[in-house]
C-alpha cells in the first residue's frame, strides 16, 4: 500500500497568516492527490483534486502543489472557518489511502 | 443536486452484523461508482472498498475482505454495506461516496454522505 505522511500534526496560526501542510507519498503518485477538509462531525470536504485543482466553490486563498512524491496545501490569509482537520488522499493505486490529518487551530 | 443520505445511527452487540444504507438523488446512480470509507472519531480516513452499479462488481481494500460487503438496489438508487462479524474495533463512522467519473474530477470522491456511527458494545 501507498503510505501517505502527513505533516504537521496539528498548527496554529493567526488570522491572515499563511499556512501549509505537507504530504510526503511513499513512492511516486504522479500528482493523483486530494486534499479534503473535514469539521468535527461532518463529512470530508473536497478541496483540491489533481494536486493543484481547485474543487468548485473552494475559495482561492486555498492552492496545492506538488508532483512526484511530494505535495503541499496552501491556506493564504487564514480565515476563523479554515480552522479543521485536513487529509491528503491519494488514487494513483489501490487501496486509495489518507494522510493522518493535520489540525489547523487559531492562534 | 446530488445527495447521499445514509442510515441512522447502529448500536449493535459483538458477533452481530449491520447493514449500512446510503441512499442516493440528483444522478442517474446504475451508472456510478460507490466507495465506502471508515473512520473512528479523532482518527484518519480508511477506503474499504468500491462497487459499480451497473453490474455490481465490487473492489475491495484487502484489510477489509471477509468484514465488508458492498451491494446495491438500482431500482431505489441505494447503496448497501454489510459489516459482519462486529467487534470493537468496528466502532466507527462509515461514509458512502460518490466517485465522480465524468469531467475535471474524474476518479475523485466530490459528494459524500453525512456518515453513520457504528457502536459495536455489549
Known amino acids: 500500500d501507498i503510505q501517505m505522511t502527513q505533516s504537521p500534526a496539528s498548527l496554529s496560526a493567526s488570522l491572515g497568516e499563511t499556512v501549509t501542510i505537507e504530504c510526503l507519498a511513499s513512492?511516486?503518485?504522479?500528482?493523483?492527490l486530494a486534499w479534503y477538509q473535514q469539521k468535527p462531525g461532518k463529512s470530508p470536504q473536497l478541496l483540491i483534486y489533481?494536486?493543484?485543482s481547485l474543487n468548485d466553490g473552494v475559495p482561492s486563498r486555498f492552492s496545492g502543489s506538488g508532483s512526484g512524491t511530494q505535495y503541499s496545501l496552501k491556506i493564504n490569509s487564514l480565515q476563523s472557518e479554515d480552522v479543521s482537520i485536513y487529509f491528503c488522499?491519494?488514487?494513483?493505486?489501490?487501496?486509495?489511502?489518507f494522510g493522518a490529518g493535520t489540525k489547523l487551530e487559531l492562534k | 443536486q446530488v445527495k447521499l443520505q445514509q442510515s441512522g445511527a447502529e448500536l449493535v452487540k459483538p458477533g452481530a452484523s449491520v447493514k449500512l444504507s446510503c441512499k442516493t438523488s440528483g444522478y442517474t446512480f446504475s451508472t456510478s461508482y460507490m466507495s465506502w470509507f471508515k473512520q473512528i472519531p479523532g482518527q484518519s480516513i480508511e477506503w474499504i472498498g468500491m462497487i459499480y452499479a451497473g453490474d455490481g462488481g465490487t473492489g475491495y481494500n484487502q484489510k477489509f475482505k471477509g468484514k465488508a460487503t458492498l451491494t446495491v438496489d438500482t431500482s431505489s438508487s441505494t447503496a448497501y454495506m454489510d459489516l459482519s462479524s462486529l467487534t470493537t474495533e468496528d466502532s466507527a463512522v462509515y461514509f458512502c461516496?460518490?466517485?465522480?467519473?465524468?469531467?475535471?474530477?474524474?476518479?475523485?470522491?466530490?459528494?459524500w454522505g453525512q456518515g453513520t456511527l457504528v457502536t459495536v458494545s455489549s
Open positions: 489533481y494536486a493543484n
Open positions: 513512492e511516486d503518485i504522479y500528482s493523483n
Open positions: 461516496a460518490r466517485l465522480d467519473t465524468m469531467g475535471p474530477k474524474a476518479n475523485w470522491f466530490a459528494y
Open positions: 488522499q491519494q488514487n494513483y493505486d489501490s487501496p486509495y489511502t
